[in-house]
């Protein structure tokens, strides 16, 4: 697979994991709270360059990859996520400005599950959450051991493991994944268009 298939592989798991975490915040009514930004403007968030490769290759087909890449130069490893925009002075109200090519880590958090100590799921969420919400997180927490649906962490990334081990395994400040998943499809891009160049050339 080069690393265009592998962008389509990742797109496919987001497009399942959607559907599934539209059934579950259907279920469960645990969306976010309205204007809310606070993880997003967290800058110790983690991710990978394989679940930003879709953000990648949608920049470049819109010609905004070497800006983006200009944005991201510089002490970006202590600054909230690029395509985080904040509405208020303290971060902590904002919006994503690409939420079609968010990452799965964005996808995952307040919409996912992961298994405790004892063996039971319990939903990965935010303290604003479970105060705000508190009604319906105690009974959705109970629920998803029964019959309510709700995406495993774990098994989707075992999904995107199974794609690129590399490229997934290793996490990063958000930012320095997005710059090196910009990187390698700029790279990519450039040898697939010179190959396709010199072919024409030989005819």
Do not use: W
């Not at 990978?48 to 819109?62: G, R």
């Not at 510089?74 to 600054?79: D, L, P, T």
């Not at 958000?174 to 710059?179: F, L, Q, S, T, V």
């Not at 891009?189 to 024409?200: L, P, R």
């Amino acid at each position: 697979m080069n690393l265009q298939e592998k962008s389509l592989e990742v797109r496919k798991v987001f497009d399942e994991l959607d559907v599934d975490i539209k059934a579950f915040l259907e279920a469960s009514k645990l969306t976010c709270l309205s204007g809310c930004g606070f993880c997003c403007s967290n800058p110790k968030v983690s991710a990978s360059v394989l679940e930003f490769l879709p953000l990648a290759f949608d920049l470049y087909e819109k010609r905004k990859a070497e800006e983006a890449l200009e944005l991201l130069e510089g002490s970006i490893e202590h600054e909230h996520c690029i395509i985080y925009k904040s509405i208020s002075p303290d971060n902590a109200m904002g919006f994503c400005s690409d939420y079609n090519n968010r990452g799965l880590i964005c996808r995952l958090f307040s919409s996912s599950s992961r298994k405790n100590k004892e063996g039971k799921k319990e939903i990965i969420t935010c303290k604003k959450i479970k105060e705000n919400k508190k009604e319906q997180y105690e009974r959705a927490s109970i629920e998803i051991n029964g019959s309510m649906p709700v995406p495993s962490s774990s098994d989707t990334y075992s999904k995107l493991y199974n794609i690129d081990f590399q490229l997934t395994s290793e996490q990063m400040p958000i930012n320095i994944a997005i710059k090196q998943a910009i990187e390698a499809v700029l790279t990519f891009k450039y040898y697939q268009e010179n190959e396709a160049s010199e072919t024409s050339e030989n005819f």
